[in-house]
């Protein structure tokens, strides 16, 4: 095998879901490391650094390994063999704002480019992919504190802005996204710049895939308590990926702990006012600040 030299590889989650599937097919077959690395000419420990996903596995490995384990559902033979392909992929926010974000950031895009439903609650801020330019800028501002120089600053509202071009993509990814109503009251900016941001907000609600519902301030006790996070619904085999983020980092939970945020998400789906209620509500608080 020839590896790409000079290119550091990332344990993606999806690198990791290719590896743990390979694994489960080989021990299906009750086929040791051992047994595979003879069939295929590969060095024991090097099939195992591709099962545990600290190696790279390409494309033409996946199908000798899928072959010899006797894999021949065509539909998931093809997911297994694109999500080979997709192992190396970093994206271009990688590409072009390594030196700003974690390198767990890279998984964030590609589960958003393949969940069925990308589900948030935000309980202290507009979701940035709604962030009006302005509005962004004072939030990365206070973010960045004293390391906030203008360079970085204006990197990372760049780098927020492009975020936002997902929303206009030809076949742009289910959002449903759960608001606690005291973000809507929460002047940052002033009450001009709220009301222009409120206004927008009830714009991008128009928009066929996407579902804003408001949690209102008479709701005092619900599962979001303990602050935002986002949730992707994958298609099948891949598992529900909870998210969180904070100042310690990114945080990615798979079955079961994201079992506790799909609980959580769908009360506090429940308790949230519908879109069309939320709407109104959106719009009654822009129209405060006139």
């Not at 962004?136 to 960045?144: D, G, N, P, Y």
């Not at 802005?161 to 608001?179: C, F, G, S, Y």
Request: charged share 30%.
């Amino acid at each position: 095998m020839v590896m790409t030299q000079h290119r550091p590889f990332i344990r993606t989650l999806r690198a990791q879901w290719l590896g743990q599937r390979l694994r489960d097919l080989r021990e299906q077959r009750g086929m040791s490391l051992e047994l595979v690395a003879e069939h295929l000419n590969r060095d024991r420990s090097a099939l195992g650094r591709y099962e545990r996903a600290e190696w790279p596995i390409q494309r033409h490995d996946v199908l000798a390994l899928l072959d010899l384990y006797g894999f021949h559902r065509a539909s998931e033979r093809a997911q297994l063999l694109s999500l080979a392909e997709e192992v190396w992929r970093t994206d271009r926010w990688t590409e072009n704002y390594g030196d700003l974000v974690d390198s767990s950031f890279i998984d964030f895009p590609w589960l958003e480019s393949r969940a069925n439903t990308v589900c948030s609650y935000h309980a202290m801020l507009v979701p940035g992919l709604f962030q009006l330019r302005e509005y962004a800028e004072l939030v990365i501002r206070c973010v960045e504190g004293s390391n906030g120089t203008e360079d970085k600053v204006g990197r990372w509202l760049e780098l927020r802005m492009e975020r936002q071009h997902v929303l206009n993509r030809a076949n742009p990814p289910a959002l449903e996204t759960i608001i606690d109503e005291s973000v809507l009251r929460r002047q940052i900016g002033g009450s001009v710049l709220l009301r222009a941001q409120l206004l927008h907000l009830r714009k991008i609600a128009e928009r066929p895939k996407v579902e804003i519902r408001i949690l209102p301030s008479q709701v005092w006790l619900h599962p979001g308590l303990e602050g935002s996070f986002w949730l992707f619904r994958m298609p099948k085999p891949y598992p529900e990926v909870a998210y969180l983020e904070g100042l310690a980092g990114q945080m990615y939970f798979e079955a079961p702990k994201s079992t506790r945020y799909l609980d959580a998400y769908d009360r506090l789906r429940e308790a949230a006012l519908d879109p069309r209620e939320s709407a109104k509500l959106i719009t009654t608080i822009a129209e405060e600040f006139s």
